[in-house]
């Protein structure tokens, strides 16, 4: 489930606390109304004949009681009875259950439900009559009020209590809404001040120069803009710090490969010389040495020119764009394997042409890379597959070889320069851990992309994806 935001977190405790609020007030005033609206309906009822009723038989309801009392003659289990009077007073519509408990109960009003559906506030009351001291004791005279109007009046605060609390709730929900609004603006800009950085964030730390506009340091709002600057400003820094360490790294790296090449060249070409006229005057140890140093240097040549290659990617240098077709890129660098690594099966599906724009001996540079990689970390004996072809707006390259391939948490640094995955990925059968990272620099330069999937018991699939010309 999404979490709330902050502003809608705030807008709906106010409501909440208002929603308790008004709730609260109005069932306290409604039962307080209730309370004293019964408390004056038992005070008109007991005040009728504290003493008991006395009734005389030429009015079968006593003149004393308002209109709206009505007077029931009942005996002692409820049902109703003649006083001997001239007139018979009907009694209310009442069931003798009740009837019985409001006698066991003599001058306590209760409520109680008429047959008819109404209900009415009643009180038991003994009764006598003038002129008849015969009749029984055991004779009472119900008095009960109709709690239509007290029920009336309750529903029309229930409903004005209803609107006002709806009125009130609905107010703070669209007035909390805008005052949360206005007063979280200043955390709107400090969030618009991150994104923006963030957005224009450069290798080179543009876009760090922003700051979040000053407010009320008095508040919280303020004190965290204030600490946004603060970091922004560390961050600024230290991120001019490490450009320009890294540029200065990579200089040094572009002087120091263009100045080796130099030596390294004459070395091996002197080491060559003496190889190719026999080695006279020197013993056969002084001749595997010669040799143990061509190679060396021709290693240490290819190490440079990697360096230098990938210098050159930092430095931005802009690629030469020409038509180039892959597929015949792909076809020559197969070639060049398949002579340099006879006893490998080399499997071919490159149907052309496969046009891209590009600078080819990068591209050739690239491929080569890839498939000298699954040359010599392949399972001996295992085939490498080469395919090439079009993917809608993409050319790509895969290369797949069968293993051992890398664990899940070596994949992620394949591409990192001076990498190289312990064990099944050693020194002794790889390189200077630049190959991939070559790959990478080369193909992103030419607004490609480069994927790499490995499992140690399937092998590694390496993919290359260049704009289709």
Known sequence: MRALSLRTRLVAVAVALVAFGVAATCVATYYALRGFLYDRLDDDLTSVGSAGICLDPAHPKPSA????????????????????????????????????????????????????GGEVRAVARPLRVLGFDAVPAARYAVIGKSTREVSSTLGKLLGLELIGGAVAVAGTAALGAVGVRLGLRPLDRVTRTARTVAAELSPDGTGLDRRVPE?????????????????????????????????????????????????????????????????????AQARDSLRRIESEGTRMSGLVDDLLTLARSDRGVAVERAPVDLAEVVRDA???????????????????????????DQLVQAVSNVLNNAAVHAT??????????????????????????????????????????????????????????????????????????????????????????
């Open 215 to 283: 407010s009320d340091p008095g508040t919280e709002v303020g004190q965290l803009a204030e600490a946004v600057n603060t970091m922004l400003d560390a961050v600024e820094r230290e991120y001019s710090a490490r450009w320009a360490s890294e540029q200065r790294m990579r200089r040094f790296l572009a002087d120091a490969s263009h100045e080796l090449r130099t030596p390294l060249t004459s070395l091996r070409g002197y080491a060559e010389l003496i190889r190719l006229r026999g080695g006279d005057g020197f013993g």
């Open 334 to 360: 197969v070639a060049d394997l398949r002579a340099a690594y006879p006893e490998r099966e080399v499997g071919l599906d490159a149907a052309g042409p496969l046009p891209v724009l590009g600078d080819r």
């Open 380 to 469: 001996a004996g295992g085939p490498v597959t080469v395919s090439a072809g079009r993917e809608g707006a993409e050319v790509v390259v895969t290369v797949a070889d069968t293993g051992p391939g890398m664990r899940p948490d070596q994949v992620a640094y394949a591409f990192e320069r001076f990498w190289r995955a312990d064990a099944a990925r050693t020194r002794v059968r790889g390189g200077s851990g630049l190959g991939l990272s070559i790959v990478h620099a080369l193909v992103t330069g030419h607004g490609g992309r480069v994927s790499l999937d490995s499992a140690v018991e399937t092998g590694t699939t390496v993919r290359l994806r260049l704009p289709a010309r």
């Open 65 to 116: 009681l308002a209109p709206d009392i009505e007077l029931a003659l009942v005996d002692a289990t409820g049902a109703a009875v003649d006083p001997g009077c001239v007139q018979v007073v009907p009694p209310l519509d009442v069931d003798a259950r009740d009837l019985s408990h409001m006698i066991a109960n003599l001058g306590e009003p209760m409520t109680v439900q008429l047959a008819s």
